[in-house]
């Protein structure tokens, strides 16, 4: 009976979704029920204990969105303002021609105004690393227009970098250098480690197809907690791959940075693991470290500049 109840009472959310035309949104409804371990199980991969409490996380986190996604006031698509155009020039995108493709993401400016973040999977074809060529970076006005395009000197992928991280959502990374220091950015954007607990955020990107425009879109919502108690057997487990969020993420490319509103600091960039769930993967080790190596290269090399005579 509570079965029957639940499956009503979603058909009623979606009918109504549907009339206020909010249909895309209501395919979060339908996203992959609590059956993380089953599909897991059924490739032939072990199951345990771990996966179940993630189908019971999944569960938690598609009641909220029904509790309160399915306002009008919760679609969470913020306009940008001319202080938001000043806070986040540093947000730019990445466009390449990879295996006969334009492939484009969100990419943000971190610690030196040339070197950038963005996904690892906007240099591949189909799960396989391709030769992307005429890579750059492209910083626009509140317009749309490119104000800069600048040309990418190497990225440095996780996938392809790190022995065995190919493929994985997790380590979904990649670390740009740009041929020269952008001069539209009027700061770069700070990364930090998230905590894991639920936060108040904004995310702000790009369209997946650049060629459709080019105005960076904002959008508000939630970044959920992964990690929970499980009260009968006192575990804690953190079995997916990235954190879950509520913000209208439609024509917002992977790579988008996802910033807690209440600290300004990035805390994660967006990704979709399917079409219907959104994703936000958190900086890791490889992360930080190659930052760092590139922040000291370019100390190094604006050290050299600077002491080298005129």
């Known amino acids: 009976m509570k079965r029957h109840n639940l499956r009503s009472n979603l058909a009623s959310l979606l009918e109504a979704v549907a009339l206020a035309g909010t249909v895309a949104l209501a395919a979060l409804v339908v996203s992959q029920r609590a059956d ?78 040339d070197i950038g973040v963005t996904v690892a999977h906007t240099f591949e074809i189909d799960g396989v690393s391709a030769q992307a060529q005429d890579c750059a970076y492209n910083s626009t006005d509140s317009r749309g227009q490119i104000r800069e395009r600048i040309p990418i000197s190497y990225i440095k992928s996780q996938w392809n970098t790190e022995a065995g991280a190919a493929g994985e959502p997790a380590k979904d990374l990649a670390v740009v250098r740009l041929s020269h220091p952008s001069r539209y950015a009027q700061r770069t954007m700070p990364l930090g480690r998230f905590t894991g607990d639920t936060a108040p955020a904004v995310m702000v990107g790009f369209r997946s197809d650049i060629s459709a425009g080019t105005l960076k879109r904002k959008s508000r919502g939630t970044v959920y907690e992964r990690a929970f108690d499980d009260n009968a057997a006192g575990i804690r487990t953190a079995g997916l791959a990235g954190f879950m969020h509520d913000m209208d993420a439609r024509g917002i490319s992977a790579g988008a940075p996802v910033i807690d509103e209440r600290t300004g600091v990035i805390i994660g960039i967006h990704m ?39």
């Open 36 to 113: 993380a371990a089953t599909g897991l199980c059924a490739q032939g991969a072990p199951c345990h204990r771990g996966m179940l409490l993630e189908s019971q996380h999944v569960q938690r986190y598609e009641a909220a969105l029904q509790r309160g996604a399915f306002a009008a006031s919760a679609l969470h698509r913020a306009e940008m303002s001319d202080q938001d155009y000043s806070a986040f020039s540093g947000i730019g995108v990445i466009a390449c021609s990879v295996g006969g493709q334009t492939r484009s993401s969100t990419a943000f400016l971190v610690g030196a105004f």
């Open 272 to 310: 979709r693991l399917s079409s219907t769930r959104n994703t936000m993967i958190t900086m890791n080790d490889w992360l930080e470290a190659t930052l760092r190596q590139e922040m000291q290269a370019h100390a190094q090399l604006q050290s050299e500049t600077e002491s080298t005579p005129n």
